[in-house]
């Protein structure tokens, strides 16, 4: 029994491969494809992969390491203004640390004996009757004994001219 080309379906009709109902089979494809298997006849089967990944399992890998390249510079930014943030509050905390130490050291200057006494110190001030002393010391703290002491030798050169150099000078004389 043959059915017309439209085959009854419906809204569906004239379309190869779709199907209406449950059970009828496209008219586009060969007689043989649609004949069922013999009962003694082997399965299909799909053939082994040999990298071990499928196509869908190679596209999700594609599509994420996009993403991760895709993610990468901005998160790079991210972190980066983090960190510059930082560095910005502790250079805050810095900078009020010192406006608030310069604050109380101009609190001290609103004090007249604070000035007297840095006036003295400074200036080396005395009040009328006093004996100035002055303690003169040295800053390398050098003794007599070091003054008259015989000089160190020269470093070595480090240059290869320099090398040269002291080699054809001639060697001081020596006391024994």
Not at 63 to 87: D, M, N
Request: hydrophobic share 35%; net charge positive.
């Amino acid at each position: 029994m043959r059915r017309p080309r439209d085959g009854g379906r419906g809204a569906g009709a004239g379309k190869a491969g779709v199907r209406a109902r449950e059970g009828e089979r496209s008219l586009s494809r060969p007689a043989a494809a649609r004949r069922a298997a013999a009962a003694g006849a082997a399965k299909r089967t799909t053939a082994p992969n040999p990298n071990g990944l499928t196509g869908r399992a190679t596209v999700l890998l594609v599509i994420l390491a996009a993403l991760a390249l895709g993610y990468a510079y901005p998160v790079r930014v991210y972190l980066t203004q983090l960190a510059e943030i930082e560095a910005l509050r502790q250079s805050q905390l810095e900078q009020q640390e010192r406006i608030a130490g310069l604050e109380r050291q101009a609190e001290k200057w609103k004090d007249d004996e604070y000035i007297k006494a840095q006036v003295r110190r400074r200036f080396y001030w005395v009040y009328p009757g006093q004996t100035p002393l002055v303690p003169i010391w040295d800053p390398e703290k050098q003794t007599d004994k070091d003054t008259g002491a015989e000089q160190a030798p020269p470093p070595p050169p480090d240059s290869w001219y320099g090398k040269l150099w002291t080699r054809l000078e001639p060697e001081p004389d020596r006391k024994n």
